[in-house]
C-alpha cells in the first residue's frame, strides 16, 4: 500500500475502522479516508489486496453505512466509492447511544437498538426476532412475546432514533450503477409485522428468521437524531451544574417543547410561551420544589450568562427560545479557558479571557489591564501566540507618503480559528489515548486472557458448595501477586484511557457544534 499521511480526524477514524472490522476493512477504509471517492480498481491497486478481500470490505462498510457509492462522472458505468466520515466516527459513541436509549426507554429498546447497531442494517422483523432471542437467552423462564418489541421498535422509530433506508429508484434496473432513493413521509413509517411467524420461530429455537414480508424495507440508526439527543444531554447538564438538578429538569423539559416546534438544524428555536412551559410542567409530574419555584428556575436560566435561555418577546406571559449559535458559543469559550488554565497557567488564562472580551489590544494594555508584571506578559503572550490562542492584528498609521510609517500591533482572539485548531488538538489527543489503549492490551493480551480464565473458575467453584476453601485459596495463589497488580494496573490505566476518550469527544462535540451554528450565521 502506497505510503501517504492522513490528518488527526482521519486516524481515529481509521483506528476505529481497524479495531471494529479488522485489518482489511480498516486498509480499505484508510485508502478512501484519504484519496476520496475512488473506484474498485484503484483500491485495489492502491491496497495490494485481492480484488475479493476488497468487494468484502467494501460490502461490510457499506452494510454498515460507512461508505456510499455513486456512478463515476468520468465513466457512469462504474461505480465510485466514498467514506462517510461522520458515520465513521459516530462508532465512538454507540455505547453513548445504548445508554442514552436505555436510560430514555428502557431494556427492550436498547437491545433493538444494540442488535440494529450489530447488522448495520435490518428489517424491522429481523431485529425483533433477534432481540427476542436475545432477550429469551437472558430470561429462560419465559419467552418473550415480539409484540411487546414491536411496539418499542414503533417507538424508536416516531422519535426518529431509526430511519428507513433508501431503496432501488424505479430507473434503478436500466443503470449499471443504481441509484437510491426515498420520500421524506417514509423515512420513518414502521410497515405492518407479521407477528406469529416470528413467535413461531422463537418457539423451535431458530436461529434464523428467513422469508418475512417486510424484508426489502431497512433500517439503520439515525446518527443525526442522536447527536441531537447528545447535544441536548450536554446543555442539560450545563443548566444543571450552573444551578442544580432541578433546574436541570426543567431546561430538559423546555428543550423537549423547542424540539417539537423546531427545526434542530436551525440557529435558533422557535419561541415558546410562559403559559405553554409552566402547563408542560404541571402534566409532565415534575418534582414539587419546581412546581413551587417554577418562575424563580426559569428567571434564573433566562439571566444566567451562559445563555441558556433568550427572551426576545413578551406576548403570553413571556417568549423564550434557544439561540444555540451564542449557547455553543459561551460553551465553546469555557472549553478553551479550561484548556489555557491547563496548558499555561492562571495568568495566561487572564490574558486570552481579557483580550477575547476586549476584542483588540495592545501588549502594554494587555499587561496593565490584567496587573500582570511585563516580563510575564510577555512570555505568556508570546507562549499563546505561538499555539495559535491568539493572533496579530498589524495597523498602519501614516499621512504622509515621506514620513516613516508607524505601526500598531494589536492581539486578538479569532475564536472560529482557534476552536478549529483546539479541535485538530482535541483529534490528536483522542487518537493517541486510542492507541495506547490499544497498545496495552494487545501487549499484555495472554496476561489478561490467563487472568480473566482464572477469575472465571474461581466464580464457578465459589458457586459450588462442595468444593472447599483451601482449593480455592490454592488456585487463586497460582498467580503471582505481581501479575495481579499488573493487571490491575492495566485495567485502571485503561478505564482512565476510556474515560478521556469519552471527555475528549464531549469537547468535540461542543467545538463541532460551535463551528456548525457559527458557519450558519455567516
Not at 429498546?109 to 433477534?130: P, R
Request: aromatic share 8%; with cysteine; proline share 3%.
Amino acid at each position: 500500500m502506497s505510503s501517504f499521511t492522513l490528518g488527526h480526524f482521519s486516524q481515529v477514524c481509521s483506528q476505529l475502522l481497524n479495531h471494529y472490522y479488522g485489518e482489511i476493512v480498516g486498509q480499505v477504509g484508510s485508502y478512501l479516508l484519504r484519496r476520496g471517492n475512488r473506484m474498485l480498481t484503484d483500491i485495489r491497486t492502491a491496497t495490494g489486496l485481492s480484488i475479493r478481500e476488497v468487494k468484502k470490505a467494501l460490502a461490510v462498510m457499506i452494510q454498515h453505512n460507512l461508505v456510499k457509492f455513486q456512478a463515476s462522472e468520468r465513466n457512469n458505468i462504474v461505480a465510485e466509492y466514498s467514506m462517510m466520515h461522520h458515520n465513521v466516527y459516530c462508532l465512538i459513541r454507540y455505547p453513548k447511544y445504548l445508554y442514552m436509549i436505555k436510560r430514555i426507554y428502557g431494556t427492550s429498546e436498547e437491545i433493538l437498538l444494540e442488535i440494529l447497531l450489530n447488522l448495520g442494517q435490518a428489517s424491522a422483523s429481523n431485529v425483533i426476532f433477534h432481540s427476542a432471542n436475545r432477550l429469551n437467552e437472558a430470561n429462560d423462564s419465559e419467552v418473550l412475546s415480539p409484540s411487546a418489541l414491536h411496539q418499542s421498535f414503533q417507538r424508536l422509530a416516531q422519535d426518529n432514533f431509526i430511519i428507513r433506508c433508501p431503496k432501488l429508484a424505479e430507473n434503478a434496473t436500466l443503470l449499471k450503477v443504481p441509484t437510491l432513493e426515498i420520500e421524506e413521509k417514509e423515512k420513518f413509517a414502521v410497515p405492518n409485522v407479521e407477528i406469529e411467524p416470528i413467535a413461531r420461530m422463537l418457539k423451535e429455537k431458530a436461529t434464523q428468521l428467513g422469508g418475512h414480508c417486510d424484508s426489502e424495507i431497512i433500517w439503520r440508526v439515525n446518527h443525526e437524531r442522536f447527536d441531537i439527543e447528545l447535544r441536548n444531554v450536554i446543555l442539560v447538564n450545563a443548566a444543571a451544574r450552573r444551578v442544580d438538578t432541578t433546574a436541570g429538569e426543567l431546561y430538559h423539559l423546555i428543550l423537549k417543547l423547542w424540539r417539537e416546534s423546531s427545526n434542530p438544524d436551525s440557529p435558533a428555536t422557535t419561541p415558546v410561551s410562559y403559559n405553554v412551559i409552566k402547563d408542560a410542567v404541571r402534566k409532565n409530574d415534575s418534582s414539587p420544589i419546581l412546581l413551587e419555584h417554577f418562575d424563580h428556575y426559569l428567571r434564573v436560566l433566562h439571566e444566567d450568562s451562559a445563555g441558556l435561555i433568550d427572551k426576545p418577546g413578551d406576548a403570553g406571559g413571556g417568549q423564550f427560545n434557544l439561540d444555540y449559535s451564542k449557547v455553543f458559543e459561551n460553551l465553546a469559550c469555557a472549553s478553551l479557558d479550561s484548556i489555557v488554565l491547563e496548558r499555561f497557567g492562571s495568568k495566561a488564562l487572564r490574558l486570552f479571557r481579557l483580550t477575547r472580551i476586549q476584542k483588540f489590544m495592545e501588549q502594554d494594555q494587555m499587561q496593565n489591564v490584567a496587573m500582570i508584571p511585563a516580563k510575564e506578559a510577555k512570555m505568556f503572550t508570546y507562549k499563546l501566540l505561538e499555539h495559535n490562542f491568539l493572533q496579530i492584528k498589524e495597523l498602519k498609521k501614516g499621512t504622509s507618503n515621506f514620513a516613516p510609517v508607524k505601526s500598531f500591533i494589536l492581539y486578538h482572539v479569532d475564536l472560529p480559528q482557534v476552536v478549529r485548531t483546539v479541535l485538530e488538538a482535541s483529534y490528536k489527543g483522542l487518537f493517541n489515548a486510542m492507541v495506547r489503549q490499544m497498545h496495552d492490551l494487545t501487549e499484555n493480551k495472554r496476561l489478561l486472557e490467563k487472568h480473566a480464565m482464572l477469575e472465571s473458575m474461581l466464580e464457578r467453584l465459589k458457586g459450588d458448595d462442595g468444593v472447599p476453601e483451601e482449593e480455592i485459596a490454592e488456585l487463586s495463589d497460582t498467580m503471582h501477586p505481581a501479575e495481579k497488580s499488573l493487571v490491575e494496573k492495566i485495567h485502571l490505566m485503561s478505564d482512565n484511557l476510556t474515560l478521556g476518550q469519552t471527555q475528549a469527544d464531549e469537547t468535540i462535540l461542543i467545538l463541532e457544534s460551535y463551528l456548525k451554528f457559527k458557519s450558519k450565521e455567516l
